[in-house]
């Protein structure tokens, strides 16, 4: 068995990115009609919602949007993963 197939086998552990500076969610909003977005803000859901309040505004025919959530994810070595007795585990 290689050191590569142990490492397939250990236990991993998929969470959400809580690193100093991360934000929660990166939100963009994007109107429909006209393929227009609002520029990226970061943990603020409100910002794109007013975004698409004032398009509307200024062009009363396009009501339609997408709303854009990029989050971050890791994937860790978990408690019996030979690579966290290498280099501490990370608390969850
Ligand atoms: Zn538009």
């Not at 068995?1 to 236990?11: D, E, L, Q």
């Not at 997408?66 to 989050?71: F, P, S």
Request: charged share 25%; with cysteine.
């Amino acid at each position: 068995m290689t050191v590569r197939s142990v490492i397939k086998r250990a236990p991993w552990r998929f969470h959400g990115e809580t690193g100093e500076g991360s934000p929660d969610a990166i939100f963009t909003i994007e109107c429909m009609t006209c393929h227009e977005e609002s520029e990226p803000v970061d943990n603020d859901g409100r910002v794109p919602q007013e975004w698409a309040m004032q398009h509307t505004g200024r062009n009363t025919d396009h009501r339609l949007f997408k709303l854009h959530t990029e989050t971050y994810w890791r994937v860790d070595p978990a408690s019996g993963n030979p690579l966290c007795e290498e280099d501490g585990c990370p608390t969850p």
